[in-house]
């Protein structure tokens, strides 16, 4: 009864009680502890009151609110991200779309469907099963992650290397701005007039508004997939192998790259046939006609057989195809069993240079006494170290800082850029400086004032702020749901 | 070739000022203002890495030059335009191709933009790699923005292979009936009267393809169909001199169709870009995309 009467005396929580109703609405300590952490490794502030709207017209009335108390506002999803995106920072309240999870409409024949933020990515596809289309933006996580949370963080995943990451599978979005106003950006007839705000907005990480319902484009399955997995002796002859791969005009669905640390973790788990004796193994993916897969299948072994190869597998089935992938997908929890701490990084290189970046990566990981694995998305040079590591031993913590910074600074002196699919959020912010001049972020601030001009929407993320917000925390067990 | 200091240079930071490509599209948006200063941007290939799938240019390179250099090496950017268009051009006024169902949209193409702004300051917007989430995509906002935020100098675009080849097919066929024959075709077109369908790839799953439409009554045209180039807006009455895109709703036509109604927020939330960008409205002055 007390907390009840608590409860009815803070008017800002009243207002969103009256907004949304009573078990939609929530302050309770626990809940601000759970919402209060993503999947990264960021600690940020505490999370406000904690609001689940069902639709657009809540969500705009939760804005309204949050504009009226003069409040900051964080929308959430399913908190899958790794860049702290989704991290509060002071108490700003939450916009948790966990309840909007509705697939609205499917049009077959437009290969249009719209969905609310809160569907899960593996739900859309498993739901389109039998149609002969599915939803491209495959993350690791997919099975727990949201659409929302892919149009935040224009999410990839290991087939985005021919398909194309989230942003091209995005044809219109409904939002709620930052001053509660509701707009569609982009269309699904022809083409959208003006500037390209559909274009802008995904990307955003939750910091132009809310997306409350999306219209993702369908794609149709593939007639013929070839998975190949091929095993080197050496990592620089399969990153010399993705190189050739792709000068040669070849552009795979998938080529995805793992090193011996990830493999020695993975294949007990996932029992996927991967050689324990391979320093790196890569697994392309090829699909389309027939004689186009078997072309491109020819090609890719002919690369590889010129650069060292072992074997040049090819899964014989659906099922071999399904467990060679169970093992990348599931490679990040694998991992975890190794050591009690990790840090994920994320960070883009020109391919031509993998082999040489990959071999920095490993020395530089050395130097601090750390252990590095390498799995990621070597078609399109996004890099994923991840080091692994125990907290509890002394200076380990500040170890895994400075070892990450040099592998951030050997991607930007390369050509690289700082993410290639996790986002800024908290925790690349301080790098941005780095890649960007002053008058760059000038550009990208004018374009976020003009979404945000009381910066109310997620604020603290992705520019530069000065703000205090953000800390790296050590994380003694992987939050379900998260994957590389 | 004209560096970026140059171009900088020319732009200057008080007059008004547009930046001339081949003018081909040259009357969208609006008229220009009178006395606005006219400059070129950079012309010239200045890099190419086929194994990185990108190429870098100036904005001032003609397209058409730049799809020769790419097509020695079986690559090509998914923009369209006329024999005189520039790269600058086509993705100022956003000039997706007609074979965007397979191949992207022209806002998929600007990785990165060199850009002097409207203070007369160099920017660069988005980074030289083929994936990107580092801080706002400024390079989608400037694709189909006319040049009226920022004037691009010199770009970074992602290169694709090139199909082996390609073929028409011309007849009478539904979208679904042409769906069932054929995995991811290029473009399924209507003029109003007929179905023109672009299938790409290799000979033999060509030839298979083809020979299934054939079935259903279509024909290989001898000659390659011209295709206008795309205008913003859906279809709003008939198809005169043009042709809608079946797979995504999108128009080519050599008629720019009437202003494309946009509503009263994102009107309200254009204008700030615009003001944010372009305080005093120097850029390209009397033109708006909207």
Known sequence: MRKRHQKLKDPLLKALIRALDENRVTDGASARRIYSKDGSVMEGGRAGIICFPEDTSEVAACVSIAKEFDREFVTRGAGTGLAGGSVPCNDPIMIVTTRMNKIIDVDLKKRIAWVQPGVVNLDLSNSLKGTGLHFAPDPSSQQACTIGGNVANNSGGPHCLAYGVTNSHVAALEVVLPDASIAQLGTIEGEAGGYDLRGVFVGGEGTLGVATLIAVRLTEDPPEIATLLLDFSKITDAAETVSQIIANGVLPAALELMDRNVVAAVEPFAKAGYPLDAEAVLIAEVDGLPEGVSHEVNIISEIAKNNGVREVRMAANEEERERIWKGRKSAFGAIAKIQPDYYLHDTVIPRGRLAEVIQKVYEIAEKYGLTVMNVFHAGDGNLHPLLVFDARLPGTLEKVQRAGEEIVQISLEVGGVLSGEHGIGLEKQRFMSQQFSERDLEAQDALRRSFDPENRSNPHKVLPTGSSCGEMSSLNEIPEGVWI | ?290
């Open chain 2, 1 to 290: 070739m004209k560096t970026m200091d140059e171009f900088t240079e020319d732009v200057g930071d008080t007059s008004f000022v547009s930046v001339r490509g081949g003018g081909t599209r040259w009357g969208l948006g609006g008229s220009l203002t009178e006395g606005t200063n006219e400059v070129e941007a950079p012309k010239g290939v200045i890099n190419f890495k086929p194994e990185e799938m990108i190429v870098r240019a100036g904005a001032g390179t003609k397209l058409s030059t730049l799809q020769n250099e790419l097509n020695d090496l079986k690559q090509e950017v998914a923009l369209a335009g006329f024999p005189d268009s520039t790269v600058g051009g086509s993705l100022a006024v956003g000039s997706s191709s007609h074979r965007r169902a397979r191949i992207g949209a022209a806002s998929d193409v600007l990785l990165q933009a060199d850009c002097v702004g409207a203070d007369g300051e160099q920017f660069v917007a988005g980074g030289p790699t083929v994936k990107n989430v580092t801080g706002y995509d400024i390079c989608r906002l400037l694709v189909s923005s006319l040049g009226t935020l920022a004037l691009m100098g010199v770009v970074t675009l992602r290169t694709r292979p090139k199909p082996e080849m390609g073929v028409w097919l011309k007849g009478e066929l539904l979208l679904e009936e042409i769906l069932r024959c054929c995995y991811r075709p290029a473009s399924v077109l209507h003029d109003g009267h007929n179905t023109f369908v672009l299938i790409e790839g290799y000979e033999k799953d060509l030839q298979k393809e083809s020979a299934s439409l054939e079935k259903l009554g279509m024909s290989v045209m001898e000659i390659d169909p011209i295709i206008p180039p795309l205008v913003k807006g859906a279809l709003q009455e008939n198809l005169d001199d043009g042709f809608l895109d079946l797979q995504t709703g999108a128009v080519y036509s050599n008629t720019p169709q009437e202003k494309v109604e946009i509503s009263e927020e994102v009107k309200l939330l254009s204008d700030r870009i615009k003001n944010n960008f372009d305080p005093t409205g120097r850029l390209n002055p009397g033109r708006r995309p909207y």
